[in-house]
Structures are given as C-alpha cells and as structure tokens.
C-alpha cells in the first residue's frame, strides 16, 4: 500500500538544524511531487514547499526562504527537509504529503506522513 | 498570496445533523479547493479535492460544492466519527494555503 514513513521526534536548541527524512513505498517515487507542511502546537496547517523528486525541482514558501531546503534521493524514495537557524517558534509537527501536481490535472495532497515533532528549547 | 477564510471556526452539532462549513478565497481558485479532515494527534485526510470530487474511500455523506471563490463543504448526517476539524486548502497557486480549519465539536 501507498504509505509515507518519516523519521523520528527531534530536539534541537536555538540557532541549529533539523533534517527531516520522509520514505515512499507503494508507488513510483519520482511520479509525484512531495510536499511538506507543519503544524504548530494548536495552530493550523502551514505549507512550507514542495518537491518535484524526478528533476529535483523545489518550491518554497517566501516565509522559508533561505532557511529550508528540500532534496530527495531517487535510489531510496526518500524524501527530506532541512530547515535551518532553528527557533522556538519553529517548534511543530512537520508532515510530507504526496502531491499529485505530477501526475494529475486535478492537484491535492492524497497520502500524508504521520508527521514528524520537532522542539526547539534551549 | 491567496487567502482562505473558513466559516465558522468552530461549530456545534450532534450525531444526524446535516451541516455545512464555508470556505471563501481572496480571489478566484476556479475548482482548485481541496477538503481535508484531520482528528487530534493524527495526520490530515484528503476528504474532496477539485471542489467536488470524492476522495476513494471517503463516505458519500460528505460532499463539496462550489468554485470561483466561495466553496462548501456538506456532510449530510453526522456520525460520531466526523467530530475533527477541517481545512480547505486552495491549490491555484503557489504558495499553497491552508484556511483557518473549522472544528466540529458534538453538542
């Protein structure tokens, strides 16, 4: 079955970095975007970008600019988002989703991850 | 950007009630409105995607309307299980968005 595993819970302080990995199975990695989206702790869903795992083509939001970056590796249909200068608003669940803009006119995030948490606390 | 707003942020209601949430755009998004469920502590779950279209798997109780800007979202006789909270998510344009959510509590 289509199915997202993403790595485990992190703790980071201030100031460092966080890598978040997000493996495929079930379909064909490089047929579908991959998107990532955070959840701050009762807040609402915020999307940070996107990934086009066949050219390796990226999208990000303006907020994230310069701080978040999103690679894949096609040999292991994994997927990742490194999000940099970590602060303690940047704490949240942080989710990938399969994205259909590669594969249908219609474009929606079908299969999500069970989401990642990650705290920054000094 | 475009902006989603959902109305109303949250709502009360019990199990056979027929209700409907509102999702408004800043600006046109033709049929690009998606709905997605998400209960606590859980992952989102695509419900409607296309304003109309009925995820596999989701039960037809639920169903959308809408396009342009303004957007609805049905579910015709709640059951217990539909108690969540709710986002549209437009998908016209990039950045995508996300509204506000609307929680659906039982009365």
């Known amino acids: 079955q289509v199915q997202l595993v993403q790595s485990g819970a992190e703790v980071k302080k201030p100031g460092a970095s966080v890598k978040v990995s997000c493996k495929a199975s079930g379909y064909t990695f490089t047929g579908y975007y991959m998107h990532w989206v955070r959840q701050a702790p009762g807040q609402g869903l915020e999307w940070m970008g996107w990934?086009?795992?066949?050219?390796?083509?990226?999208n990000y939001a303006q907020k994230f600019q310069g701080r978040v970056t999103m690679t894949r590796d096609t040999s292991i249909s994994t997927a990742y988002m490194e999000l940099s200068r970590l602060r303690s608003d940047d704490t949240a669940v942080y989710y990938c989703a399969r994205g259909t803009e590669g594969a249908a006119a219609a474009h929606y995030m079908d299969v999500w991850g069970k989401g990642t948490t990650v705290t920054v606390s000094s | 950007d475009i902006q989603m707003t959902q109305s109303p942020s949250s709502l009360s209601a019990s199990v056979g009630d027929r209700v409907t949430i509102t999702c408004r755009a800043s600006?046109?998004?033709?049929?690009?409105l998606n709905w997605y469920q998400q209960k606590p502590g859980k992952a989102p779950k695509l419900l409607i995607y296309?304003?109309?279209s009925l995820q596999s798997g989701v039960p037809s109780r639920f169903s959308g309307s809408g396009s342009g800007t303004d957007f609805t979202l049905t579910i015709s006789s709640l059951q217990p299980e539909d108690f969540a909270t709710y986002y549209c998510q437009q998908s016209y344009s990039t950045p995508r968005t996300f509204g506000q959510g609307t929680r659906l509590e039982i009365k």
């Open positions: 990934i086009n795992p066949n050219s390796g083509g990226t």
């Open positions: 296309a304003a109309s």
């Open positions: 600006q046109s998004i033709s049929s690009y």
